[in-house]
């Protein structure tokens, strides 16, 4: 009982940017953006995903623009969360805006970065990745499921655009 009590002590002192790798986060997840989650009032980053961001438009392979951020890849998130709830974080660090940075699965293991991807809701990031992903991502594109089945602009490349800098995906 005191060993558990001094671990738990300890544990209490690290920086509040520290995350053990083996802590884990569960419970009800809900969608913030495409590649954003939140969790008993933790905000949640997906590791080595990158989902186009909420103003960001897509084209559509037929000559149509749509926005395929906010309206497509959140709302599809939220219909792939809600098939089994809960969703169980692996909780790796916290990023500089204070959210933590993880690689999640719903209740019934599959994992929600890896879909994300699969589905054509987000890229593979492999800045961060490593490249994990680029497998399925591979078959989403060579299927054109989701941003794949048209023209779009990197998220990162997007966001660096939107803020007038240069992009360092």
Not at 155 to 162: D, I, K, L, S, T
Request: charged residues 30%.
């Amino acid at each position: 009982m005191r060993r558990s009590t001094a671990i738990l002590a300890a544990a209490l002192l690290l920086p509040a940017g520290f995350a053990i790798a083996a802590e884990t986060l569960t419970g009800r997840a809900s969608v913030i953006d495409g590649d954003t989650i939140e969790i008993s009032g933790e905000r949640i980053r997906l590791l080595g995903v990158d989902a186009p961001e909420s103003w960001q438009t897509c084209e559509d392979g037929d000559g149509g623009i749509y926005r395929c951020g906010g309206k497509e890849a959140a709302f599809a998130l939220e219909r792939f969360l809600s098939v089994s709830r809960p969703t169980r974080c692996r909780l790796i660090e916290r990023d500089r805006y204070e959210r933590f940075v993880a690689t999640c699965f719903r209740a019934d293991g599959r994992g929600v970065n890896r879909w994300l991807v699969e589905s054509g809701n987000a890229v593979d990031w492999r800045k961060y990745s490593g490249g994990e992903y680029a497998d399925v991502q591979r078959v989403a594109r060579s299927k054109g499921t989701g941003i794949w089945r048209g023209k779009f602009q990197l998220p990162c490349e997007a966001r660096a655009e939107h803020a007038g800098r240069e992009a360092s995906c």
